[in-house]
């Protein structure tokens, strides 16, 4: 699925060959895990099919072997910024997804800052629910609100802190 | 629900560098709203407009269905005093006060008399969890704690329309934190109080109904995109 997204939201900065992209994932995204290219190409073929990427005629004329070059379609480009602009649900471990969503929009035309806003108001929601919970519970039961709560609180805290580092972050990746 | 507060395209400069930039916003009796948003998003200058603390640029403050942002200094002071509460992080409590005169005295300076005013006080205390010791220390020897007791006494004592509160839990650890949380929004739930508060804090906010996010002096999703 986040390959799925991330080959789109690449894509959307330009097209690009096969190479190009698992190198872009490699350097962005990865987080220490290289996607292999039998996965990169599975993808795109993938994409191509759904009509969500297109094959673009090859202007390099450097003479080496014929190459295929991708680019994002409209329907593409739609799909990726309904994704983008979508909270995910409220979970612990959702650092690898928050991550992917803002690199992708800022390396696009995505807005980082609606789909952190999106976020920060499901994460609020969630965090609203568990507060109400812990008022009268047990100690046992507020223990656990409270481990739940506090990771909450610390993707919140990504979320603030990004959102006011995102003109700094979108200077770095354009440079 | 019926808005209690609101504000209409509030604009706010301080020299030359805005603070609010065309706030639209509006608070339900009883309901609990939190302002977020980073230093400096101009989220406490728009609960100081709303409070009639300062007074916008332009743009309108409506309180109970009467403007307020074009009453005079006077009216304005009144109106804190009598139908507003404040619970502000730092230094509201008269240091030379016990927590029983600090607790009465918004009373007694609303025309309250003496012996009334003091036995409201005193159950507000009691209510915020304050024994009998503690009536008579002056704030300088309670705890952080048991200090933002006092004031969340002295806010709702007067029985306010809407309770301002600008991070407050700042100086107090978690445990702290979440009693008085459950203190402030419990008392003024029972009150039907609306309370506006501003909080950096999420764990904070997460007791309010709703909240709404101050970006560059906009509400985020109010925002003019580019």
Known sequence: MSATYAMLGLLEGQPSYGYELKKAYDHLLAMGKPLAFGQVYATLARLRRDGLVSEVPDTDSSGGPERTKYAITAAGTATLHEWLAQAEPSAPHLQATMYLKVVLALHGQGEPNRYLDAQRRAHLARMRELTHQRIGASIDQVLILDHAIFHLEADLRWIELTSSRLTQLKGELHR | ?226
């Open chain 2, 1 to 226: 629900m019926n808005a209690i507060i609101e504000c209409h395209d509030l604009h706010k400069a301080y020299g030359t560098t805005p603070a609010l930039a065309g706030v639209s916003l509006s608070i339900d009796t009883g309901e609990v709203l939190a302002i977020m948003g980073p230093s400096g998003s101009g989220k406490s200058t728009l609960l100081h407009c709303l409070a009639g603390i300062i007074t916008p640029d332009s743009g309108q403050v409506i309180y109970d269905g009467q403007r307020i942002d074009c009453l005079g200094d006077d009216k304005r002071s009144v109106l804190r005093r009598t139908a507003f509460g404040f619970v502000f992080q730092f230094g509201q409590l008269v240091p030379e006060l016990t927590a029983l005169d600090n607790v009465a005295l918004p009373l007694l300076l609303g025309g309250v008399k003496r012996r009334e005013g003091y036995d409201r006080a005193t159950q507000w205390l009691m209510r915020v969890g304050l024994d009998n010791d503690h009536h008579h220390q002056l704030p300088g020897h309670l705890s952080g704690g048991q200090a933002q007791r006092v004031t969340i006494a002295r806010a709702m004592a007067v029985e306010p329309a809407v309770l301002f509160a600008d991070e407050p839990t700042g100086a107090l650890d978690s445990l702290a934190s979440q009693q008085i949380m459950e203190l402030l929004v419990g008392v003024a739930q029972q009150a039907q109080t609306s309370i506006v508060m501003v909080t950096h804090e999420p764990s904070i906010a997460a007791y309010a109904d709703r909240e709404v996010v101050v970006r560059d002096g906009r509400l985020a999703g109010q925002e003019v995109r580019a």
